[in-house]
């Protein structure tokens, strides 16, 4: 194996992002692109206990954590999310991640009481894969449009601006249409100052069936790696807990060699990328965060200084 | 007694920092100090140079002065919206023609950061973070611990940052501080056209105080608009509202503005 053909390691450089599994796999629906196979009937990973989240938050405050993201699954399906919430405010800015069905009103209350108090953004990420009801629940089930679009609108009302975050499934060329589409959809439903950020596909969970001829044998290598900024991955700077033990990152939750230990010290150790996702991770960049975390540029430790 | 100014974004506005020198020049400072990111924006970016010179403003380097100096394609605010990323574009090319052959080659030649110590206090300066020149320092998504973390790593006991364009203070406790000195380029999303700089006062203990700046943003307004800059940049100066360059921004900071 040479640097050309070996998959590349990295090493965690600090623990900027901590994202907590907190629903396992359990979720309402079950989109036809999940890259985790959640669902109503998956199993793989259980709710955390409010204690475990706890937890997870104080080991990653003391670490000096810069955001923390619930995910799932489902996270509003966990009976103690609100609490979770609070605990994870209280630290750092935090993101929930939902299909946006179960903000009701009284929760989307709660949710904008929260962040206004709070000294940190919390953002909710809803997700919608379509800007009309027939290419939408196409990919997340039937009537999950007019569900999610009603969340998403209850929280804008509270002026807590959703970032609506969709899957690209339609050709490059297409983008522009398609955000303009999806643009006008929210503006007309209520979201009047849509946020929007658009994920790649991930060759991974259903999504692996869903698309045919997706290729399974590429790796990150250590040529890829070199000149590359390795700030732009997962890995360098984010760890998943779950109910079963710390993953490097949400996207490879399913593969047993990307389970790295029971705390956060015994996580901190370096990852082999040698997983397709890695690729599509390299590719884009940081494809999990709200905004790039850490954007491609200049590192300031290797540029001259004045004294 | 030890104070220094320092300023944020400059934008090409070079009206701000006309108002703002002179300001600074009646508050006995021992330096005053430019963060970085000169142009961007506004109209005329050769006008701030001189001012600079004259006032013997101490220059760091930021993204956009490292894009202007290494001819890059952008700006390096790594937009992903294609709107944000249009207006990006329209900005940079502007002040990319505009900016004369020897200015890009002195923005070259600006430090990414200063290391300064007053008394035993460490400070550190620098353009987005101690880590990266183009990392976004907001107040609501810069935790304490996180801040602790940057200073730990840096060997600080005070960093000055800008590049986000609003301010913000942080008093972390034990003599630390984490500041971002805002901008003078264009006003911080408040719908008050004013900009601000920061004024820091070490005397045992630190004191941060932000000095807003009234400037003929009208008649920026007219440069800007002699100079056929978009419409969305001129209402900005005109309102204090950002209309572009939003997807950044965190929930917080986004909620407070109007677009």
């Given amino acids: 194996m040479d640097q050309v053909t070996s998959a590349a390691t990295v090493e965690l450089r600090h623990l900027d992002n901590l994202w907590i599994q907190v629903s396992g796999t359990r979720c309402n629906i079950?989109?036809?692109h999940c890259f985790n196979n959640s669902g109503p009937r998956a199993t793989a990973f259980g709710l955390m206990?409010?204690?475990?989240?706890?937890?997870?938050?104080?080991?990653?405050?003391?670490?000096?954590?810069?955001?923390?993201?619930?995910?799932?699954?489902?996270?509003?399906?966990h009976p103690h999310l609100l609490e979770m919430i609070a605990c994870a405010l209280a630290v750092a800015p935090t993101t929930v991640l939902t299909n946006g069905m179960l903000i009701s009103d009284p929760i989307a209350d709660i949710l904008a009481a929260l962040a206004s108090e709070a000294r940190y953004s919390l953002e909710m990420r809803v997700s919608l894969d379509g800007y009309t009801e027939e290419m939408n629940d196409a990919i997340r089930g039937s009537g999950?449009?007019?569900?999610?679009?009603?969340?998403?609108v209850r929280l804008a009302r509270r002026n807590l601006l959703p970032l609506i975050t969709i899957v690209r499934?339609?050709?490059?060329?297409?983008?522009?249409?398609?955000?303009?589409?999806?643009?006008?959809?929210?503006?007309?439903?209520?979201?009047?100052?849509?946020?929007?950020?658009?994920?790649?596909?991930?060759?991974?969970?259903?999504?692996?069936?869903?698309?045919?001829?997706?290729q399974r044998d590429e790796c990150v290598t250590m040529a890829m790696l070199d000149g590359f900024d390795r700030d732009l991955l997962m890995c360098s700077n984010s760890r998943l807990v779950t109910d079963r033990g710390i993953w490097v990152c949400p996207l490879l939750v399913e593969h047993q060699d990307a389970r790295l230990g029971t705390t956060l010290d015994e996580a901190a150790s370096s990852y082999e990328l040698q997983h397709q996702a890695c690729v599509t991770c390299w590719r884009y960049g940081t494809i999990c965060g709200n905004v790039s975390a850490h954007i491609e540029g200049p590192d300031i430790a290797a540029a001259p200084e004045a004294r | 007694m030890t104070r220094f100014a320092l300023i944020g974004g400059i934008y090409s506005n070079w009206r701000a920092l006309e108002t703002a020198l002179s300001d600074v020049a009646r508050r006995q400072v021992e330096a005053t100090f430019c963060l970085g990111d000169l142009g961007?924006?506004?109209?005329?970016?050769?006008?701030?140079?001189?001012?600079?010179?004259?006032?013997?403003?101490?220059?760091?380097?930021?993204n956009y002065d490292n894009s202007l100096a290494t001819r890059l394609a952008d700006c390096q605010c790594g937009y992903t919206d294609p709107r944000d990323n249009h207006f990006a574009r329209l900005s940079y090319d502007y002040t990319f023609r505009n900016t004369s052959p020897a200015h890009k080659a002195?923005?070259?030649?600006?430090?990414?950061?200063?290391?300064?110590?007053?008394?035993?206090?460490?400070?550190?300066?620098?353009?987005?973070?101690?880590?990266?020149?183009?990392?976004?320092?907001?107040e609501s998504t810069s935790p304490d611990g996180f801040l602790r973390y940057l200073l730990d790593d840096a060997d600080a006991d005070v960093l000055c940052v800008t590049h986000t364009g609003i301010k913000w203070h942080r008093d972390l406790g034990g003599g630390r501080h984490v500041v971002n000195v805002g901008a003078l380029g264009r006003p911080e999303n408040d719908g008050t056209p004013r900009v601000w700089y920061a004024l820091l006062t070490i005397d045992g203990t630190v004191h941060v105080e932000f000095v807003p700046v009234q400037y003929d943003h009208e008649a920026l307004a007219a440069d800007m608009h002699a100079e056929r800059l978009p419409?969305?940049?001129?209402?900005?100066i005109l309102s204090g509202w950002w209309t572009t360059c939003l997807e950044v921004l965190p929930q917080k900071e986004r909620a407070r503005g109007r677009f």
């Fill in chain 2, 231 to 236: 419409g969305e940049f001129i209402e900005t």
């Fill in chain 2, 40 to 62: 961007a924006f506004g109209p005329y970016p050769d006008r701030v140079f001189p001012l600079l010179e004259q006032a013997g403003v101490l220059c760091l380097q930021g």
């Fill in chain 1, 30 to 32: 079950e989109c036809r």
């Fill in chain 1, 144 to 152: 999950v449009f007019r569900l999610a679009l009603v969340g998403a």
């Fill in chain 1, 169 to 214: 499934t339609w050709d490059d060329g297409d983008e522009l249409a398609m955000l303009a589409a999806f643009t006008r959809v929210l503006r007309n439903a209520g979201c009047d100052r849509p946020r929007i950020k658009i994920l790649p596909a991930l060759p991974l969970g259903r999504e692996l069936t869903r698309v045919a001829g997706l």
């Fill in chain 2, 106 to 138: 002195w923005l070259g030649t600006l430090p990414m950061s200063r290391r300064l110590d007053v008394n035993g206090t460490r400070m550190l300066l620098c353009h987005g973070s101690p880590r990266k020149i183009n990392e976004f320092l907001w």
């Fill in chain 1, 49 to 77: 206990t409010l204690d475990a989240v706890s937890r997870a938050i104080a080991a990653a405050a003391a670490r000096g954590v810069r955001e923390i993201y619930f995910t799932g699954g489902e996270p509003l399906l």
